[in-house]
């Protein structure tokens, strides 16, 4: 065991003062000492960098003189109270610089009754309130832009209804029996299916966006087939005539604890999607399989359309208004739906795709 003198840190154990003056010197955070009335008596080098004043121009002048002018009234009641012998942490007040800048610093502080003067430490945390500065602005533009989007979303949606509601008047109007042709008896069965689907989905769009508090999504366990056939249904006239192939599998994992009008928002749009993008050479061919995987259920949605390249989109396939093809139909909003709904809900979706091999998406839906 070595004796105190042969330490190896010097001065532990042994009664040699640590150079406190060289630490006021050196440290890079301001320190000063100021008397009751707020003259300043001694201060570091960091306080005269940080205001650019010179050391003469600080000493016995008053805090107050460098003090911003909205702020004094609130720094007058700070040093009263430390009068009273309470100690002050984290005090923030904003102080001019001599080349008129305004910075932020944070103060922590104690009195000294006996010789009547006040030792304070404080950091320049200007960066950080022009980043808090910044992300209220950000925030107060996010609140703005949802609002209006939830304006403009009740405004499109209800207004949509009136000509919707006016297709199935006509409907109701058309005497079928009077219709010889089968094949327009199809098609006229299948555009009023379509014309009710719409109607009912307009209809949930408009009741949740009224709504001023925030919306419950109902999860429950779904069909992946019964749901897919909805779509599909929904989109048939597009299907057949685009003569895509489906190859569906859900026998491994067949249902999914999620939203209904999630799922079959996020089948449409990949489903419309792929049949959009698809290689005119050749027919669509659409993959869809369920698996289960440790944390849930996993879909792949797979096409052979004309994809992308995935080092040029870098990210930013699910990004609102988004689009990489020259598609006069594209507005770059199916995708960041379809991502916005599996991450609501503790989803995740993820894309892998080649120019012309197809892509493949991957989501995962949460137990």
Known sequence: MKSASNSILPGI?????????????LTSDIVCIADYKGNLKKV?????????????ELIDSPVSNFIYSEDKLNTSRFRDNLREKNPVLNFENRYLTKSGNIIWLSWTSVSEPESRLIYAIAKDITHVKKLEEERNLLLIDLAKLN????????TTTHDLRAPVNNLLSLFNLLDLSKIEDEQTLE??????????????TLDKYVDAVSQEKKINIQVEALSLEETFFMVLNSINTVAQKSNANFEVDFSEAPEV????????????????????????????????KSTKVKNGVQL???????????????????????????????????????QSHMESLG???????????????KLIFKK
């Open 347 to 361: 989803g995740k979706i993820s894309v892998t795709s080649k120019v012309n091999e197809g892509t493949t998406f």
């Open 187 to 200: 098609y006229i069965e299948l555009l009023n299916s379509s014309t009710i689907q719409m109607k009912s």
């Open 44 to 56: 570091n080098p960091a306080f005269s960098k940080i205001l650019g004043y010179k050391m003469e």
């Open 147 to 154: 609002s209006d989007l939830k304006k403009f979303t009740y």
């Open 13 to 25: 154990g042994t009664q040699t003062p640590f150079d406190l003056e060289q630490l006021f010197q």
């Open 257 to 288: 604890n999620f939203s209904s009008f999630y799922l079959q928002s996020i089948l449409l749009n990949l489903i419309s999607n792929s049949i959009k993008y698809s290689n005119p050479k050749i027919a669509p061919a659409i993959t869809i």
């Open 300 to 338: 792949l949605f797979t096409d052979n359309g004309i994809g992308f390249d995935m080092e040029k989109v870098e990210g930013s396939i699910f990004g609102l208004h988004q689009s990489f093809h020259d598609n006069a139909d594209s507005k770059g909003i199916g995708l960041y739906l379809v």
